[in-house]
C-alpha cells in the first residue's frame, strides 16, 4: 500500500502538511505548531477475516509522548487523513483503543465525537464492540464507506471474535 498516490489530496485539506514517513509508504507524519510530530501507520490486517483484502489498522501517536496542549488541527489532520485513505479504494478502517493505560474508554468517546464531526453528510459507516475483561475493556471499531457492499459481513466477523 503505497500513500504517495493520496497525499496531495489530504494535503488539500488538512491544516498541518502531512509527508511520509519512511521508503516503505505506509507511515505518515506531521508536525504541528508547537513542534509536536505525529506519526500515522496503516497496518494491513491478514486476520480480520480471509473474505476482506482491504481491512487496515489505523493507528497514530505524537513521537515523544511530550505533553501537549489541545490542537484542533491534529484532529482535522488525522480525520483527513482517514477519510482521504478510505476514499481512494473501497477500504475498511480498524480501530482498537489501547488499554495499556486504562484510557481506552476516553480514546472511544473522542474517537466518537472526531468520527460524528468529520461525518456530518453521513458518507461513513462506524460499527463498535467492546469485550469487558477483569481489569480493562478491549473496545474495537470499524469504520467504511455507508456504500461499502460488506458492511453486514464485518459486522458479523466482529461479533464471532467478541463472542469467543
Same mark, same amino acid.
Given at each position: 500500500? /503505497? %500513500?504517495? @498516490?493520496?497525499? /496531495?489530496? !489530504?494535503?488539500?485539506?488538512?491544516?498541518?502538511?502531512?509527508?511520509?514517513?519512511?521508503?516503505?509508504?505506509?507511515? +505518515?507524519? *506531521?508536525?504541528?505548531?508547537?513542534? +509536536?510530530?505525529?506519526?500515522?501507520?496503516? !497496518?494491513?490486517?491478514?486476520?480480520? =477475516?480471509? /473474505?476482506?483484502?482491504?481491512?487496515?489498522?489505523?493507528?497514530?501517536?505524537?513521537? @515523544?509522548?511530550?505533553?501537549?496542549?489541545?490542537?484542533?488541527?491534529?484532529?482535522?489532520?488525522?480525520?483527513? !487523513?482517514?477519510?482521504? %485513505?478510505?476514499? @481512494?479504494?473501497?477500504?475498511?478502517?480498524?480501530?482498537?483503543?489501547?488499554?495499556?493505560?486504562?484510557?481506552?474508554?476516553? &480514546?472511544?468517546? +473522542? %474517537?466518537? &465525537?472526531? *468520527?460524528?464531526? *468529520?461525518?456530518?453528510?453521513?458518507?461513513?459507516?462506524?460499527?463498535?464492540?467492546?469485550?469487558?475483561? /477483569?481489569?480493562? =475493556?478491549?473496545?474495537?471499531? *470499524?469504520?467504511?464507506?455507508?456504500?461499502?457492499?460488506? !458492511?453486514?459481513?464485518?459486522?458479523?466477523?466482529?461479533?464471532?471474535?467478541?463472542?469467543?
Amino acid at each position: 500500500m /503505497d %500513500f504517495i @498516490s493520496i497525499i /496531495d489530496d !489530504i494535503n488539500k485539506i488538512s491544516p498541518y502538511q502531512v509527508m511520509p514517513d519512511d521508503d516503505s509508504g505506509v507511515c +505518515l507524519y *506531521f508536525q504541528t505548531d508547537n513542534g +509536536l510530530t505525529y506519526i500515522i501507520s496503516f !497496518i494491513k490486517d491478514e486476520g480480520f =477475516s480471509d /473474505d476482506f483484502d482491504n481491512a487496515y489498522h489505523m493507528m497514530f501517536k505524537e513521537k @515523544s509522548n511530550q505533553k501537549r496542549k489541545y490542537d484542533s488541527k491534529v484532529k482535522i489532520t488525522i480525520s483527513n !487523513i482517514a477519510m482521504c %485513505f478510505m476514499k @481512494s479504494m473501497e477500504r475498511v478502517i480498524l480501530f482498537i483503543c489501547d488499554a495499556s493505560d486504562n484510557k481506552e474508554k476516553m &480514546r472511544s468517546v +473522542l %474517537f466518537n &465525537r472526531w *468520527f460524528n464531526e *468529520f461525518n456530518q453528510n453521513g458518507d461513513y459507516y462506524k460499527y463498535d464492540n467492546r469485550f469487558d475483561c /477483569d481489569d480493562y =475493556s478491549v473496545i474495537f471499531s *470499524f469504520i467504511c464507506s455507508k456504500n461499502y457492499p460488506y !458492511i453486514e459481513k464485518c459486522i458479523e466477523v466482529v461479533n464471532e471474535c467478541f463472542q469467543s
